[in-house]
């Protein structure tokens, strides 16, 4: 991550010291081993709604670590739907749940059952309805508005999309998880989205199915192992362009102007750089970048794996209007982000106590790649 000022790194570093507190952390007796989640924003795509909902629903496959009659997991403003849960042995019986309860200041979620979940044995639990609106605070599932000028019309038009943004607790937010960083699972994203939309996620699009009623529903590829933090997804009507494994997503006007020229040419060579630095292959099959208005971007970047997310100024250049100093700093928060891929997301601080080592690594690696790759740049001779 790169926050957008000191004074942030200072809140965040004063409310990660709130939540260490014992008292906000899971029982750590559930793992989650794996978790499909299907997410439809009701996007529109053109006029500016005040709350725009989302419908969820997730299964995860849980391994006892400790017997117990609860499973307690992360929930922060969402809705869930209590009577769209359920919970199932490995042989697909239905157990009984006996209540369920909210915790707003944990931000945990309960659910209680009859009889005790056995330790080493799996179990699924399905929330089938949870839903919210898209955040106005950029945490979470957020909303984001950018203005593009219509072609045909003569006009200039509201556009609408929807992306995320986690770390450090904003998965909770998004959806029912076990929302800390030690606690790593697999992920199986789908996306419900109109026509007209595209989706994205961490992982490759594996497959889209046609649902009618002019919505289709993506569904991304398994992710590795990795935290919640690091997930992301967003739903546009953003164009790209590819290169190889590589794209840019951003508004069609920045790519017919080729703004993300700069960036694709950039990313290439720094993943490259940092595969031969580390002797570690980059582990998942595309890397996408995308490209969030700024003004609803609470960042300057976010290091999600396979799906950097940006604020837009920070990634999109153009020949006739940045600088030599805008080239530079997109250089520079490509090679964070991507040291990031290893540091970070690969290799992840158990707790938030210890992000300065991943965030130390990325800026070593910020600077050492960018010398690397743009050497003209002369990013390591001090001025
Ligand atoms: C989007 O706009 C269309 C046309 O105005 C309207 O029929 C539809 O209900 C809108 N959808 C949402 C989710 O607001
Ligand atoms: C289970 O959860 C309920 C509701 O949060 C709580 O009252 C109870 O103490 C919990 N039981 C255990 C063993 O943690
Ligand atoms: C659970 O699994 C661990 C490791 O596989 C094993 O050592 C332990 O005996 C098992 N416990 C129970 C109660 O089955
Ligand atoms: C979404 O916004 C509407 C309109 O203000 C509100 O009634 C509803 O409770 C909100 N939903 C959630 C889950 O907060
Ligand atoms: C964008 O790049 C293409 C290919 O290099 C070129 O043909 C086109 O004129 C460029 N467009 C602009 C607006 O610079
Ligand atoms: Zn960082």
């Known amino acids: 991550m790169i926050p957008r000022s000191i004074l942030l790194v200072l809140v965040s570093v004063v409310a990660l010291n709130m939540v260490s507190s014992e008292v906000y952390r899971l029982p750590n007796n559930i793992k989650p081993i794996r978790y499909y989640l299907t997410f439809e924003p009701q996007l529109n795509l053109t006029k500016p709604y005040k709350y725009i909902p989302y419908y969820g629903s997730v299964t995860m496959e849980l391994k006892i670590l400790e017997n117990t009659r609860n499973i307690t997991f992360n929930k922060k403003r969402l809705e869930i739907d209590e009577s769209s849960i359920k919970v199932l042995n490995k042989a697909g019986k239905e157990l009984k749940v006996i209540a369920t309860s909210s915790n707003a200041v944990e931000e945990m979620y ?12 799996t179990y699924t639990l399905e929330i089938n309805n949870f839903h919210n609106n898209l955040s106005h605070d950029g945490l979470g599932f957020f909303r984001a508005y950018y203005r593009l000028h219509n072609e045909e019309t003569g006009e200039a038009e509201s556009r609408l999309l929807a992306a995320t943004h986690f770390q450090p607790a904003g998965a909770r937010i998004a959806f029912p998880c076990f929302d800390e960083p030690a606690i790593k699972a697999k992920f199986i994203v789908s996306l419900i989205r109109k026509k007209g939309f595209n989706s994205v996620s961490n992982e490759a699009l594996e497959s889209t ?15 590795p192992l990795m935290s919640t933090y690091i997930l992301a997804f967003a739903v546009s009507d953003y164009e790209f362009k590819s290169l190889g494994k590589f794209r840019i997503l951003a ?34 099959d595309k890397m996408d970048q995308f490209a969030v208005p700024d003004s609803y971007f609470r960042y300057y970047a976010m290091e999600n794996w396979g799906l950097v997310i940006y604020g837009e100024s920070h990634l999109l250049r153009s020949k006739t209007h940045d600088s030599a100093d805008d080239y530079q700093r997109t250089t520079l928060m490509i090679s964070h982000e991507f040291g990031h891929q290893w540091f970070g997301n690969l290799v992840t601080p158990a707790w938030w106590d210890y992000m300065w080592m991943s965030e130390s690594f990325a800026a070593y690696f910020q600077y050492h790649t960018a010398d690397v790759v743009r050497f003209e740049f002369t990013v390591l001779t001090l001025k």
Do not use: P
Not at 110 to 121: G, S, Y
Not at 257 to 280: C, M, P, Q, R
């Open 110 to 121: 309960t659910v209680q059952m009859k009889r005790e979940l056995i330790k080493n044995k």
């Open 251 to 284: 508004k069609s006007s920045a790519i017919k102007n080729n703004e993300t020229d700069f960036a694709l040419d950039t990313s290439i060579k720094t993943l490259k750089a940092l595969e031969e630095y580390t002797g570690v292959n980059f582990v998942i």
């Open 209 to 223: 199915k046609d649902l009618g009623d002019g919505r289709f529903k993506d569904t991304f590829k398994e992710t």
